[in-house]
T-cell receptor, first 113, second 112 residues
Framework: GEDVEQSLFLSVREGDSSVINCTYT??????LYWYKQEPGAGLQLLTY?????DMKQDQRLTVLLNKKDKHLSLRIADTQTGDSAIYFC?????????????FGKGTKLSVIP | NAGVTQTPKFRVLKTGQSMTLLCAQD?????MYWYRQDPGMGLRLIHY???????AKGEVPDGYNVSRLKKQNFLLGLESAAPSQTSVYFC???????????FGPGTRLTVT
């Protein structure tokens, strides 16, 4: 089946930029998503990018998409302690008639004050 | 507007017991999903529904059953719980297609 890969951990200092990387395998994926999970909570959609875009910016968040390498990244500028969470990359593989999301295992971001 | 709610929040079962997890959404969403989250495994889809009265299998359906008798509710049943079903269960709903999925707060289930 399709697989979405992420590194499991990332640690940054408060005020620095964080970059969370993801690789996916389905080149036909139309949308790619970033979800955030805070401790003890469900997932919340952070942002998404359509596959015909290379970049999307939303305040402190920048999403870069390299379709050739099937690589997706999420950059958080001026990282704050409130950004500490698990970040999941997700795709909707082609042929997923119900638009089922396939998630990566998640990257735990720790922000050091 | 409560969004997606799940009951119960926590449960401990003995092996072989049965239980039902309830998911409710008040956003009039057609699509509903049940996921399980295990350490180091991310989220995996158990079952899903594309509308009232419909259900379908996801990636890891064995040992679970579901029902969608009403549009706003999606029930996940464990007929005979096993320790391998110890997990955090998340329900999600969405309007359709590639729209955002809205997640509930989760149910932490332990099977001893």
């Amino acid at each position: 089946g399709e697989d979405v890969e992420q590194s499991l951990f990332l640690s940054v200092r408060e005020g620095d930029s964080s970059v969370i990387n993801c690789t996916y395998t389905d080149s036909s994926s139309t949308y790619l998503y970033w979800y955030k999970q805070e401790p003890g909570a469900g997932l919340q959609l952070l942002t998404y990018i359509f596959s015909n875009m290379d970049m999307k910016q939303d305040q402190r968040l920048t999403v870069l998409l390299n379709k050739k390498d099937k690589h997706l990244s999420l950059r958080i500028a001026d990282t704050q302690t409130g950004d500490s969470a698990i970040y999941f990359c997700a795709e909707i593989p082609s042929g997923a008639g119900s638009y089922q999301l396939t998630f990566g295992k998640g990257t735990k971001l720790s922000v050091i004050p | 507007n409560a969004g997606v709610t799940q009951t119960p929040k926590f449960r401990v079962l003995k092996t072989g017991q049965s239980m039902t997890l309830l998911c409710a959404q008040d956003m009039n969403h057609e699509y509903m999903y049940w996921y399980r989250q295990d350490p180091g495994m991310g989220l995996r889809l158990i079952h899903y529904s594309v509308g009232e009265g419909t259900t379908a299998k996801g990636e890891v359906p064995d040992g679970y059953n579901v029902s969608r008798l009403k549009k706003q509710n999606f029930l996940l049943g464990l007929e005979s719980a096993a320790p391998s079903q110890t997990s955090v269960y998340f329900c999600a709903s969405g309007l359709a297609g590639v729209d955002e999925q809205y997640f509930g707060p989760g149910t932490r289930l332990t099977v001893t």
